[in-house]
Nanobody, 117 residues
C-alpha cells in the first residue's frame, strides 16, 4: 500500500496550493481518506477527511479555507488550500483508513508546505 503526497511548496501568505495524494496497492473505495499536518516539535494535527460516501469534515479552524475531495476513479485525494497563512506551514500527510473503519492506518510520506509572510 502506498500513499504518495505531492503539490507542496513555497507560497506567499494569501496564496493557494492544491495538494494531491495518489493511493495504490489496495482498494480505497470503502475507506475514509484524510489530511493531517505536523510542525516539528508539535503533535500531528487533523486537517480534514472525506468518507467513502463523500461526506467531509474539517478541523474547525480550517473549514472556511480548506477543501478536501477525492476521485475514486483515479484513486486520488486532494486538498485545496486557499488564503494560506504562515501558521499553515507544516508537513502535510495524506492517510487512509481500513475498509468500513474510522482508524487511519495507511500513511503517506508527507509534503512540505511553507507559507511566507
Amino acid at each position: 500500500v502506498q500513499l504518495q503526497a505531492s503539490g507542496g511548496g513555497l507560497v506567499q501568505a494569501g496564496g493557494s496550493l492544491r495538494l494531491s495524494c495518489a493511493a495504490s496497492g489496495r482498494a480505497f473505495t470503502l475507506s475514509a481518506m484524510g489530511w493531517f499536518r505536523q510542525v516539528p516539535g508539535k503533535e500531528r494535527e487533523f486537517v480534514g477527511r472525506v468518507s467513502w460516501t463523500g461526506a467531509t469534515s474539517y478541523a474547525e479552524s480550517l473549514r472556511d479555507r480548506f477543501t478536501i475531495s477525492r476521485d475514486d476513479t483515479k484513486v486520488m485525494l486532494y486538498l485545496q488550500m486557499n488564503s494560506l497563512k504562515p501558521e499553515d506551514t507544516a508537513v502535510y500527510y495524506c492517510a487512509a483508513t481500513g475498509s468500513y473503519s474510522d482508524q487511519f492506518v495507511f500513511w503517506g510520506q508527507g509534503t512540505q508546505v511553507t507559507v511566507s509572510s
